[in-house]
Each structure stands twice: as structure tokens, then as C-alpha cells.
């Protein structure tokens, strides 16, 4: 157990439903990260928060994907109209940066689209 | 952006004996390079990391180098055990940054 949590672990949707994953990084740690992972493949990256920032977000998130780092804590991403090639692993990694590089991963969200 | 590549996808090898997994990266800025592990339905987990200031470093079993002329850098495991089967990642950086991953690694060993 690293100290980064997700919840749901596994969420099964329709096509063209809304659904909303939660990451709680840990507690001291500044940054925190979102990445996407499809069978085979390496983790790639989506978006990042520093403190309550969004700082950078990459090509791979649509305008369907929202994230939010409200309070500097938790996070929340969000996909609208999901379609079947939004099924995925989405990790969330927390770090704290200027202290350290290294990024802690939590256990991820298995994402079904029907 | 950077491109790292990973090999091999897969590697078996016998309990004691060593494996070797090795990565190139194309952005010459990159200066942080860490390996991860992931288990079946498992979010991957550090377990060895190297910057670009250093050509070695050890951790028990594990080892990885770094060739900064050649940018690649490699992981060492030594006297492999069954526990040690999973797949595993290489990444890069340029600190305090994004990873940009490699594809993977499934590493089987075998009693």
C-alpha cells in the first residue's frame, strides 16, 4: 500500500454515460498526476495538479475529460458520454515535488464502457 | 516529446538465474529514471530509481545502470525468485515532471 487511494476500483457503464473517479494522494504531497493504462501498454500520461493547479493536461484528454484538485487534496476525474474507447486502468500518483521525483501510484480504476 | 523504448515484452527465465530488461529514451534532457512493478490488478509500484547524475546504483538484488552518451539504462535482477514475476516498467523524465513509460516488461520465473 502506497498511501494513494482510489475509489471506485472497478465501475462498469453504458455507452454515452458520465462517470467520476476520486484519488486521495498522500497527505503532504503536492503534485498529483493522472494517467491512463490500456491492456499492454505503459501507463501514459493525461493531467497534472500542483497544489490546486491544473499545470498541464495532455493531448489524450478530450474535452470530455474534467479534472479537478478543488481544495489541493483529493482529486476528481470525470468522463462525459463515455465511449467504449474510454475502457482503461486510470492511475493517480501523487509526489512531492522539490523534495523528491518519485511518484507513488495507487491501485487504479478499472473503467468498463458497455 | 520523449519516446522510450523497452525490451524485451517478455522474459522467462529459471529461479536463481538473472534477468535483464533495457530501455532507450530519445530526449537527452530527460535526468530521472525509475522502474516500477505491477501485479495483476495492481497499481505499479516503485522499485529501483536512478538520476542522471550517477552511472549505478544497487538496491539488494536489483540493480540499474544508466548510459547517458547512449541514453539507455537497464535493470539488473539477480538470483530471481517467483515473487519477482510481474510486469515491469521503465520511465523517464526531466524531474520533478511527467513519466513518459516504456511498454512493459512480463517477467515469468519459473521454479
Known amino acids: 500500500d502506497t498511501g494513494v487511494s482510489q475509489d471506485p476500483r472497478h465501475k462498469i457503464t453504458k455507452r454515452g454515460q458520465n462517470v467520476t473517479f476520486r484519488c486521495d494522494p498522500i497527505s503532504e504531497h503536492n503534485r498529483l498526476y493522472w494517467y491512463r493504462q490500456t491492456l499492454g501498454q505503459g501507463p501514459e500520461f493525461l493531467t497534472y495538479f500542483q497544489n490546486e493547479a491544473q499545470l498541464e493536461k495532455s493531448r489524450l484528454l478530450s474535452d470530455r475529460f474534467s479534472a479537478e484538485r478543488p481544495k489541493g487534496s483529493f482529486s476528481t476525474l470525470e468522463i462525459q458520454r463515455t465511449e467504449q474507447g474510454d475502457s482503461a486502468m486510470y492511475l493517480c500518483?501523487?509526489?512531492?515535488?522539490?523534495?523528491?521525483?518519485?511518484?507513488?501510484f495507487g491501485p487504479g480504476t478499472r473503467l468498463t464502457v458497455l | 516529446g520523449e519516446n522510450v523504448e523497452q525490451h524485451p515484452s517478455t522474459l522467462s527465465v529459471q529461479e536463481g538465474d538473472s534477468a535483464v530488461i533495457k530501455c532507450t529514451y530519445s530526449d537527452s534532457a530527460s535526468n530521472y529514471f525509475p522502474w516500477y512493478k505491477q501485479e495483476l490488478g495492481k497499481g505499479p509500484q516503485l522499485i529501483i530509481d536512478?538520476?542522471?547524475?550517477?552511472g549505478e546504483k544497487k538496491d539488494q538484488r536489483i540493480a540499474v545502470t544508466l548510459n547517458k552518451t547512449a541514453k539507455h539504462f537497464s535493470l539488473h535482477i539477480t538470483e530471481t525468485q517467483p515473487e519477482d514475476s510481474a510486469v515491469y516498467f521503465c520511465a523517464a523524465s526531466k524531474g520533478y515532471s511527467t513519466l513518459t513509460f516504456g511498454k512493459g516488461t512480463m517477467l515469468l520465473v519459473s521454479p
Open positions: 500518483a501523487s509526489s512531492l515535488a522539490g523534495r523528491s521525483d518519485e511518484q507513488f
Open positions: 536512478i538520476r542522471s547524475n550517477v
